[in-house]
Nanobody
Framework: QVLLTQFGGGSVQAGGSLKLSCAVS????????MAWFRQAPGKEREFLTA????????FPAASARGRFTPSRDLAENTVYLHMSNLTPEDTAIYYC???????????????????WGQGTQVTVSA
């Protein structure tokens, strides 16, 4: 059984930083693309960035580029999202996700992801 368990998040003031973690069990992360999404109240789920099976960042969204950096620790089987220079517009629930097929292509479409973390709230105050 594949399980994605998220840690981190919380409240921070504008300009601050946070690190989100997504621990994966039931599979080895280097065989599958890992993506980060977020969803703000009343908005659609938004793709932020992803790591391909080689560990390279793929398709960072304009909203994330230069501020959000994905990384992974193969020994811990965990992926991370390092977020800096946060603004109130970053307030949302953040999700990690992965695809079911080994060596699947990295996608920006949430519909292509089969396993999701439980989500973690990030709140940025002005």
């Amino acid at each position: 059984q594949v399980l994605l368990t998220q840690f981190g998040g919380g409240s921070v003031q504008a300009g601050g930083s946070l690190k989100l973690s997504c621990a994966v069990s039931g599979r080895t992360i280097n065989w599958y693309p890992m993506a980060w999404f977020r969803q703000a109240p009343g908005k659609e789920r938004e793709f932020l960035t992803a790591l391909d099976t080689g560990g390279d960042e793929k398709f960072p969204a304009a909203s994330a580029r230069g501020r959000f950096t994905p990384s992974r620790d193969l020994a811990e089987n965990t992926v991370y999202l390092h977020m800096s220079n946060l603004t109130p517009e970053d307030t949302a629930i953040y999700y990690c996700a992965t695809r079911v097929r080994q060596y699947a292509t990295t996608s920006t479409d949430a519909r292509n992801y089969d396993y999701w973390g439980q989500g973690t709230q990030v709140t940025v105050s002005a």
